[in-house]
C-alpha cells in the first residue's frame, strides 16, 4: 500500500487510520498543491487532490473513503462499526458529515486567507464561512455529551474523520469558539499515539 501525503491536508485521515491499524504502507511527503510541485502526480491522480492511496491496481482518492475501505478490509482493530450494531446509521452519517458538513467551509476558509492572491482574498467570505463551521459543530458538541467518542463507545474512524475537522479549524484559528465538549474530545485526539505517529512521519 502507499499513499501520498500533504501535510495537515485531508491525507492526514488515511495516514492516521494506517497508524491506528499498524499496517505497513509506503508515505510518499509532497509539498503543497502537489499537482504544480510533484512530478508524474497527474498521471497518478489526474484530479491532482490529495490524498492518493495505492492498493495494488486499486486506486482511490478521497479520504474518508479510504478510510472506510481500510476498516472494512482489516476489521481485527474494531475501528469501524458493524451493519449490526445499533448505531451503524450514525456511524456512515458521522463519516459522511465530516467532509460534505464540516470540512467544506474550512476549505473556502483556507482558499480565501492563504491561497489565493491577495488581491482575491475575501475576509467576508470567510467570515460567512467560519459562522457556518462553527454552526455545524453543534451536532458534535451534542453528540460528545457524556462521551468520550462519537459512536459505539469505542474510538472509530468516525472519530479519525471528524477529529480532522476539528484539527482543520484549530489551524484556521477557529477553535478559540469550540465549546467544552469539542475542546475536549479534541485535545484527546491530539494525544492519541496513532496521531502523534502520523504528524512526526509527515
Known sequence: MKLYH?????????LWALEELGLNYELVV?????????????????LGTVPTFVDGSLIMTEST?????????????????SKDEPEYGEYIN????????????????????QLEPEERRNSQVVKDYAIWFHSRLRS??????????????????????????LQFGDRLGLSDRYKPNCLRYLEN????P?????????
Do not use: H
Not at 500533504?6 to 488515511?14: K, T
Not at 496513532?194 to 509527515?202: F, G, L, M, N, T
Open 6 to 14: 500533504c501535510r495537515n491536508s485531508r491525507s492526514v485521515r488515511p
Open 94 to 113: 458521522w463519516l459522511f458529515r465530516s467532509d460534505a458538513t464540516l470540512t467544506f467551509p474550512l476549505a473556502i476558509v483556507l482558499r480565501y486567507t
Open 189 to 192: 485526539l491530539y494525544k492519541r
Open 194 to 202: 496513532a496521531y502523534i505517529r502520523s504528524q512526526e512521519k509527515a
Open 30 to 46: 509532497m509539498p503543497f498543491p502537489p499537482r504544480f510541485e510533484y512530478d508524474g502526480y497527474l498521471d497518478i491522480n489526474p
Open 140 to 165: 458534535v458538541e451534542s453528540a460528545l455529551e457524556g462521551k468520550e467518542f462519537l459512536v459505539g463507545e469505542r474510538f472509530t474512524i468516525a472519530d479519525i474523520t471528524v477529529g480532522y475537522a
Open 65 to 81: 473513503g479510504i478510510c472506510q475501505y481500510l476498516v472494512e478490509k482489516y476489521p481485527a482493530a474494531d475501528l469501524g462499526l
